[in-house]
């Protein structure tokens, strides 16, 4: 059974960093790739970032240069780190796996919160 699980959201001003890690179980090889998305309260989920089964890192234009996005196979660990942290990068934050045939199935962790204020 896959399982993700998020940890690292909190609440921290503008400008500080925060690391999310999500951890996966059940997967016992990435041939997907992997992503964080962003819900704010009372919007939809947004994509954010993007990393490939070969490492090649995406972003979105609002956090590129902010945040990074990486992966350790390893130790079944897909972390963000984010830095200079906006009132807006205040939501929900998701991680997700596609994994099957055609990389098709989507798995999804709870969320951890991450709260940005002034």
């Known amino acids: 059974q896959v399982e993700l699980l998020e940890s690292g959201g909190g609440s921290v001003q503008v400008g500080e960093t925060l690391r999310l890690s999500c951890t996966v179980s059940?997967?016992?090889?990435?041939?997907?790739?992997m992503g964080w998305y962003r819900q704010p309260a009372g919007k939809e989920r947004q994509w954010l970032s993007g990393?490939?089964?070969?490492?090649?890192?995406s972003y979105i234009d609002s956090v590129k240069g902010r945040f990074t996005i990486s992966q350790d196979k390893a130790k079944n660990i897909l972390n963000l780190e984010m830095n200079n942290l906006r009132l807006e990068d205040t939501g929900m934050y998701y991680c997700?796996?596609?994994?099957?045939?055609?990389?098709?199935?989507?798995?999804w962790g709870q969320g951890t919160q991450v709260t940005v204020s002034s």
């Open positions: 997700k796996l596609h994994a099957g045939s055609r990389c098709a199935t989507e798995y």
């Open positions: 059940g997967v016992s090889s990435y041939t997907c790739g």
């Open positions: 990393i490939s089964p070969t490492g090649i890192a």
